[in-house]
């Protein structure tokens, strides 16, 4: 009798988030970690690739060119909502943030021959600016996001 409602081969299962749309479908839990983990290397990365790019200069004149704060604005914030995606619960968004910004801050101001890699004027701090910032406002907006859904949620009623 396929296509009964009773035959389980008939149904197909989807696993939700619960409060989110029960459309969207979650990663099992060790894929998600294992995306968390991944990305949060991705900021590392990205962190030192900025840092490196802090120092690039026109040809010319030899003005500074901090594309690498313009490159912390996109990626930051992508990387955290690619976290939240990927584990929409608990604080798995704040991950890459976190990576990113202690990447920046450990190597950036400190080595072990003394200063760190970052250069002593403006770059550093539009640098710090650019990732955080961006990065923090996507981890609030996600939390705001995540307050609405909850507050969608009906309550289970006290008659049981």
């Known amino acids: 009798m396929a296509g009964s409602e ?7 299962t989807t696993t939700t ?4 749309d029960p459309r969207t479908p979650t990663l099992p839990p060790v894929v998600a970690i294992v995306a968390v983990v991944l990305l949060a290397i991705d900021a590392v990365l ?4 900025e840092m490196a790019w802090l120092t690039l200069r026109t040809a010319d004149a ?6 690498a704060a313009l490159v912390a604005l996109v990626t930051t914030p992508v990387l955290v909502l690619a976290a939240d995606a ?3 619960r608990g604080r798995a968004a ?15 101001l ?9 250069p002593p004027d403006w770059r ?31 309550a289970p009623s006290a008659d049981g």
């Not at 009773?6 to 197909?12: L, M, V, W």
């Not at 988030?17 to 989110?20: E, K, S």
């Not at 990205?46 to 690739?49: H, N």
């Not at 704040?94 to 950036?108: D, F, I, Q, R």
């Open 110 to 118: 400190w080595s072990p021959a003394g200063a760190g890699v970052l």
């Open 46 to 49: 990205l962190a030192w690739t």
């Open 124 to 154: 550093a701090v539009l640098l710090l600016g650019a990732g955080v910032v961006p990065g923090a406002l996507a981890l609030s907006w996600r939390s705001a996001r995540a307050a609405r859904r909850a507050e969608r949620v009906p």
């Open 17 to 20: 988030t619960g409060a989110d």
């Open 86 to 88: 990927a584990r929409p």
């Open 62 to 67: 030899g003005i500074p060119l901090p594309l």
């Open 6 to 12: 009773g035959d389980p081969r008939s149904t197909t």
């Open 94 to 108: 704040a991950v890459p943030l976190a990576a990113w910004t202690l990447t920046v801050l450990v190597a950036g």
